[in-house]
Nanobody
Framework: QVQLVESGGGLVQAGGSLRLSCAASGRTFSSHTMGWFRQAPGKEREFVAAIDWSGGSTAYEDSVKGRFIISRDNAKNTVYLQMNSLEPEDTAVYYC?????????????????????WGQGTQVTVSS
């Protein structure tokens, strides 16, 4: 059974930083794009960032470019999201996602597909 378990969420003041982690188990995703989505109250789930299997290619939603950094450690089957200069608008539940189809591009992860595996989500709250 595939599981994606997020950690690292919490409450932080505007301008602060958090680092999210997502550990996968049940199968390896070393040949698969992984990423993050988020969902704020009353809003649709939106793409945040993605990274290809090698770590050499990434994609970001425009509002987080220059502030968030996605990375991965295939030996640990884990993906990370370093979030800096956080803003109240970043408040949301953050979901880890892994594409079950291999070798897709990070840009393609902007569209939600049925092949994706999802974590349970971790709350990030940024106070002003």
């Amino acid at each position: 059974q595939v599981q994606l378990v997020e950690s690292g969420g919490g409450l932080v003041q505007a301008g602060g930083s958090l680092r999210l982690s997502c550990a996968a188990s049940g199968r390896t995703f070393s040949s698969h794009t992984m990423g993050w989505f988020r969902q704020a109250p009353g809003k649709e789930r939106e793409f945040v960032a993605a990274i290809d299997w090698s770590g050499g290619s990434t994609a970001y939603e425009d509002s987080v470019k220059g502030r968030f950094i996605i990375s991965r450690d295939n030996a640990k089957n884990t993906v990370y999201l370093q979030m800096n200069s956080l803003e109240p608008e970043d408040t949301a539940v953050y979901y880890c996602v892994a594409d079950g189809s291999p070798f897709s591009t990070p840009q393609a992860m902007r569209v939600i597909m049925t092949s994706y595996y999802w974590g349970q989500g971790t709350q990030v709250t940024v106070s002003s």
